[in-house]
């Protein structure tokens, strides 16, 4: 299983980026996809996560500003992020689980800066 992570960049405080995943191979039905942050100098951390039915969690510093979804039909997942603070700076991670087993992406950086 591969996850291929894009859509970050340098935003402004209060702006908004959308993150997406789309992961290929050997996917299974039943799965969990979502995001972690890893922020400088701090320990990577569960942003939110989706699973194949829609259930839906979030960290509860991002709950109301950001909106995680999916489209099963194409394995990919999304993250939309808005009124975006400068502590929400940090490396995003999506993976994918399944059956016990994690697969990440390779990271897209966010800058929340001015």
């Known amino acids: 299983v591969q996850l291929q992570a894009c859509g970050g960049g340098l935003v402004q405080p209060g702006g908004s980026l959308r993150l997406s995943c789309a992961a290929s191979?050997?996917?299974?039905?039943?799965?969990?996809m979502g995001w972690y942050c890893q922020a400088p100098g701090k320990q990577r951390e569960l942003v939110a996560y989706?699973?194949?039915?829609?259930?839906?969690n979030y960290e509860n510093s991002v709950r109301g500003r950001f909106t995680i979804s999916r489209d099963n039909t194409k394995n990919t997942v999304y993250l939309q992020m808005s009124r975006l603070r400068p502590e929400d700076t940090g490396v995003y991670y999506c993976?994918?689980?399944?059956?016990?087993?994690?697969?990440w992406g390779q990271g897209t950086l966010v800058t929340v800066s001015s």
């Open positions: 993976y994918l689980q399944q059956r016990g087993t994690y697969y």
């Open positions: 191979g050997n996917i299974f039905s039943f799965n969990v």
């Open positions: 989706i699973t194949n039915g829609g259930i839906t």
